[in-house]
């Protein structure tokens, strides 16, 4: 029921839930791996949580995707049945012609219902108490770390005015650095960002609620093409730093070398980034991952590479104090990863930057072939 009582809008057809509970019937069978299936979940709900956030064509481009799934047996199998109407081996080896088809777009749609189907049976309550998860990295009760100085579109009553030299559209890696870097130099600066602004106390939600809050689309764009190319990206202050997995790597001199020979890009040698790479790591505390929490894929790892004699150590990461609760893709609610809202922003607005979420821009404005202002 919506907060008015009023039953909710259910984003697929009866037709389209049908197929997908078909479908989810059969990779997460009751009796199977776990006692309970996808029978047991209200497939219809979870969906309706998660799918809020996608766009109209995003949502009509999966709804096709269902129906074609249903109905193409005829083409796979050569039965002239819809998936519903095959035995369960022939639902089976149908899934499986997707999953190990040599073309990319088929294994692709295979990846996608596999993943989505996941994420919301495994979000069930049920469900979760059944395989025995129990979350162990929570934000503490009452905590609020937000900074006054970022605006929200709740704290504006009026349609906002403002004059600066400089106007940052977004606020992630770019955005942030930038907006730092410029006020400190004294530059009146503005950062409007369209995402929320999320902090610590908002993270450790489950992902089918974080993805709508924090994802551009819900979860991923499509660049549509052959092959179609699917990308995340982070909608929020922070920008994509909130969502992403705190690997910091610098651009390997070989890669730089090539910029300068093959595209004639002066100033990028290490010798010349070194002093910046070195600023930006210690502003967002870029260390080697702890080692109490690197997990058994790490130590496994180290120990072939020891077997082998390769060089070998833990990746870089901008954390201070993680926990490896594993959840750097919602949100770190330990608030150990050095996100731009954690690190830069802070600094950005003590400079006197003005930063403001919920506002984005649909127009910049140019006088003369320059930008003079933007609108949104
Ligand atoms: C799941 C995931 C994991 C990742 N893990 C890593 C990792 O471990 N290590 C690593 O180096 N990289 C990682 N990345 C990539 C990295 O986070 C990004 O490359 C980086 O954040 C890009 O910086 P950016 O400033 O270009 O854009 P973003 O950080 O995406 O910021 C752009 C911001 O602009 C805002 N915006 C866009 N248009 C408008 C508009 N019209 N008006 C107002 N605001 C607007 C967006 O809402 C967004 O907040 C990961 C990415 C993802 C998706």
């Excluded at 100033?267 to 600023?279: A, N, Q, V």
Aim: aromatic share 8%; net charge positive.
């Amino acid at each position: 029921m919506g907060t008015n009582g009023r039953k909710e809008k259910s984003l697929l057809s009866a037709r389209d839930l049908k197929i997908l509970t078909g479908i989810a019937e059969v990779f997460f069978p009751a009796g199977g791996a776990f006692a309970q299936g996808a029978r047991d979940v209200d497939l219809n709900k979870l969906f309706n949580r998660f799918g809020r956030g996608f766009d109209r064509i995003t949502l009509l481009g999966f709804r096709l995707m269902l129906g074609a799934l249903w109905y193409l047996p005829v083409i796979f199998l050569g039965k002239p049945r819809t998936f519903g109407n095959l035995s369960s081996q022939d639902q089976i080896r149908y899934l499986e012609k997707f999953e190990k088809s040599r073309l990319y777009s088929l294994r692709g749609i295979f990846m996608a219902v596999k993943a989505l189907l996941s994420m919301l049976i495994f979000s069930d309550e049920q469900i979760e108490k059944s395989i025995g998860f129990e979350p162990d990295c929570a934000p503490a009760a009452g905590l609020r770390s937000k900074s006054s100085a970022i605006k929200q579109g709740s704290d504006l009553n009026s349609d906002l005015n403002e004059q600066a030299d400089v106007c940052i559209i977004g606020s992630g890696a770019g955005g942030a650095v930038a907006a730092k870097e410029l006020a400190e130099a004294g530059f009146n600066t503005v950062v409007l960002e369209q995402g929320g602004y999320y902090a610590q106390e908002d993270f450790g939600q489950k992902p089918l609620d974080a993805f709508p809050r924090l994802y551009l689309n819900n979860s991923f764009i499509f660049s549509l093409g052959s092959p179609v190319v699917a990308l995340s990206l982070g909608r929020a202050v922070g920008g994509t730093t909130v969502i992403n997995s705190c690997t910091c790597f610098r651009m390997p001199e070989e890669v730089l070398a090539e910029w300068e020979e093959d595209y004639h890009l002066r100033g990028l040698s290490m010798k010349e980034l070194l002093p910046f790479y070195e600023r930006v790591e210690s502003t967002i505390n870029v260390k080697p991952g702890e080692m109490e929490v690197i997990g058994k894929n790490a130590l496994m790892t180290r120990k072939g590479a020891e077997a082998l004699g390769l060089s070998h150590g833990p990746i870089r990461r901008n954390t201070r104090g993680c926990k490896g609760c594993g959840l750097c893709n919602y949100g770190c609610p330990e608030g150990a990863k050095q996100s731009m809202e954690r690190s830069y922003l802070p600094l950005a607005a003590k400079a006197g930057a003005r930063i403001y979420a919920d506002c984005r821009v649909d127009k910049i404005i140019t006088e003369n072939g320059r930008a003079s202002g933007v609108q949104g």
